[in-house]
């Protein structure tokens, strides 16, 4: 069997460090059932800062902080059946962490 591939399907740009993955109509309908304030306290409660569930979505650190990270999927028939959104490579905090104790 062939492994599947993810496909390029845009970018997500990130200022606050963070990504949350929510249903739209939860922050963008007239009847906003999450505000800014509900979604920062959520992460001011939490006690694990890289991912935080909250009433309807989870949020993600990037790792990294900002900037533009790619957004992949694979698709079966015709439906997207996975997302990734990959922060930074495999490897890489091991990496700087040496050059940093040196």
Do not use: W
């Not at 993955?21 to 906003?32: A, R, S």
């Not at 698709?75 to 990496?95: A, M, N, Q, S, W």
């Amino acid at each position: 069997m062939m492994k599947e591939q993810f496909k390029a399907r845009g970018e997500c740009g990130v200022d606050s460090g963070m990504l949350i993955i929510i249903d739209p109509c939860y922050v963008l309908g007239t009847d906003k059932k999450k505000t800014y304030d509900d979604i920062m306290k959520a992460v001011d409660n939490a006690t694990n800062r890289e991912v935080i569930p909250f009433e309807g979505g989870v949020i993600v650190h990037t790792g990294l902080g900002d900037g533009t990270y790619n957004v992949e999927t694979i698709e079966e028939g015709g439906r997207t059946r996975e997302v990734r959104i990959k922060f930074f490579e495999e490897g890489l905090i091991e990496k700087l962490n040496q050059m940093f104790e040196k």
